[in-house]
């Protein structure tokens, strides 16, 4: 069994990579493919149909709410997970606090 497939999508090269290679050490999981920006998200996830979509919430092209419902069509299959890490709370909670995924399927970590 080649295990859940994933997409991880994240501009920071580093996090990728050291993600990647916790995920690959674990029989479960299948990372499929790589983007560092929204557009290029959206064509893998098209191109690979992943299971599991790990996105980082804001990208240089876009952010991750916006890009749900493009990777939505393309794959009604595909879950999608946000990565944020919040430093200043006053600026950033409020765009995330409002967050919600109409299919209860999509998550802001």
């Given at each position: 069994?080649?295990?859940m497939?994933?997409l991880?999508?994240?501009?920071?090269v580093?996090?990728?990579?050291?993600?990647?290679?916790?995920?690959?050490?674990?029989?479960e999981?299948?990372?499929?493919?790589?983007?560092?920006?929204?557009?290029?998200?959206?064509?893998?996830?098209?191109m690979?149909?992943p299971?599991?979509?790990?996105?980082?919430?804001?990208?240089p092209d876009?952010?991750?709410v916006?890009?749900?419902?493009?990777?939505?069509?393309?794959?009604?299959?595909?879950?999608?997970?946000?990565?944020?890490?919040?430093?200043?709370?006053?600026?950033?909670?409020?765009?995330?606090?409002?967050?919600?995924s109409p299919?209860?399927?999509?998550?802001?970590?």
């Amino acid at each position: 069994m080649a295990g859940m497939r994933i997409l991880l999508v994240d501009d920071h090269v580093l996090f990728r990579e050291g993600l990647k290679s916790l995920l690959n050490h674990k029989s479960e999981f299948t990372v499929v493919g790589e983007a560092g920006r929204v557009g290029e998200a959206i064509e893998k996830s098209q191109m690979l149909k992943p299971d599991l979509v790990l996105m980082a919430a804001s990208l240089p092209d876009g952010d991750a709410v916006g890009a749900i419902p493009q990777i939505r069509m393309l794959s009604e299959e595909t879950k999608v997970v946000i990565l944020t890490y919040d430093r200043t709370a006053k600026t950033t909670r409020p765009k995330w606090s409002s967050f919600s995924s109409p299919q209860k399927r999509d998550f802001l970590i």
